[in-house]
């Protein structure tokens, strides 16, 4: 039975079912469990610093129902989508209830479309790789599979990368900077990409353009297929997605700092390099990205066999309270600057 715990990722997307399906203020009913049912919780509940054993490990390596359990977020995410645009198109909504609709379908694909796409985009096989692509779609954020995969994991933690938050950055100028510079990056790494490999831009193995396309058309047959109102909805749903996923970006290296060494090339990425948590229900409810250094030290290694690492910074709250906190900057300053070693602040 615990194998099925993480069928609690599922209680995001029953929310957003529910505030569908029932409309009036259930609509907010997505928002209010992620960001003050979620972290209540997280108080309650006992961190837990357990590492498996190496065949508890390679036991569940074996077993295909956490696969299983990652895959099914690819109907779900979809099915929400087109039921929302239904019922945006079909039924009068006051305003309150249509944007308390886009958020909740964001935050369903902020954690069940972008955080699944990126445990996916990390597998080796090319049908996983594509689901998590897929999951991606919805939120425009499929250069983030290449920008994530060749730069990210590169540069973590240094000036360099896009998705690392600086020392007393707020998480609001974050959105803009790591936005803009991850899509501009990620264009430069599929040019370098196919200089490499000798193929010109508009060459069928130009991701960047296929992106391109696939989101420009999904936006598209949303506006042919159901109307303004609903493209409307589906535009402003994405942003939530993307900038969901840009908070937890925020968060998982706030002010951490590969140091340099004599040869003037920055330290390899270590444990103490990300911000971790280990709270039970982040946990589960994100598939064990709050153990994001383990992540970060083998990107391959799957979510359910993630383990805990002393070296690693650790958060004194859940990632969805953490979330909560980066929006009010001087709080989140209060909490975390101290934190952050003295050494990466002085470098």
């Not at 949303?222 to 900038?243: D, Q, S, Y």
Request: proline share 4%.
């Amino acid at each position: 039975m615990k194998d099925l715990k993480y069928l609690a990722a599922f209680s995001i997307p029953i929310m957003a079912f529910l505030g569908l399906y029932l409309k009036g203020y259930w609509v907010w009913a997505t928002p209010i469990f992620a960001f003050v049912c979620i972290p209540i919780l997280e108080l309650i509940f006992p961190v837990d610093t357990r590492n498996l054993e190496p065949e508890e490990a390679d036991s569940k390596l074996k077993r295909k129902v956490f696969d299983w359990l990652l895959y099914l977020n690819l109907p779900i995410v979809f099915g929400l989508v087109v039921y929302a645009l239904f019922i945006v198109t079909n039924e009068s909504l006051a305003t309150y209830e249509f944007v308390g609709l886009i958020f909740s379908i964001g935050i369903v694909l902020g954690v069940n479309g972008i955080n699944v796409g990126h445990e996916l985009g990390h597998r080796q096989t090319t049908n996983e790789r594509f689901i998590g692509k897929a999951l991606l779609l919805p939120s425009f954020y499929m250069h983030f599979y290449i920008e994530h995969n060749y730069g990210h994991h590169l540069h973590a933690a240094t000036p360099e990368d896009p998705a690392t938050a600086r020392y007393n950055q707020s998480v609001y100028s974050f959105w803009f900077t790591s936005t803009i510079r991850q899509y501009l990056n990620a264009w430069r790494i599929q040019k370098k990409l196919l200089k490499n490999s000798n193929q010109s831009f508009f060459s069928i193995k130009n991701d960047m353009l296929w992106y391109t396309i696939f989101q420009t058309g999904y936006l598209i047959s949303i506006g042919l297929l159901f109307g303004t109102n609903a493209l409307r909805f589906a535009f402003f749903a994405g942003i939530v997605g993307f900038i969901l996923l840009e908070t937890v970006n925020y968060i998982e290296h706030y002010g951490l700092l590969r140091l340099k060494t004599k040869s003037g090339r920055y330290e390899r990425v270590k444990e103490m390099h990300s911000w971790n948590s280990n709270h039970v229900i982040g946990r589960i409810v994100l598939y064990e990205l709050t153990r994001h250094s383990d992540h970060h030290y083998k990107s391959s290694k799957k979510y359910q066999i993630l383990d805990c690492h002393d070296e690693s910074p650790q958060m004194p709250f859940g990632y969805p309270t953490s979330m909560v906190l980066a929006m009010v900057p001087p709080i989140w300053f209060k909490i975390m600057n101290k934190r952050v070693p003295r050494e990466m602040i002085l470098s």
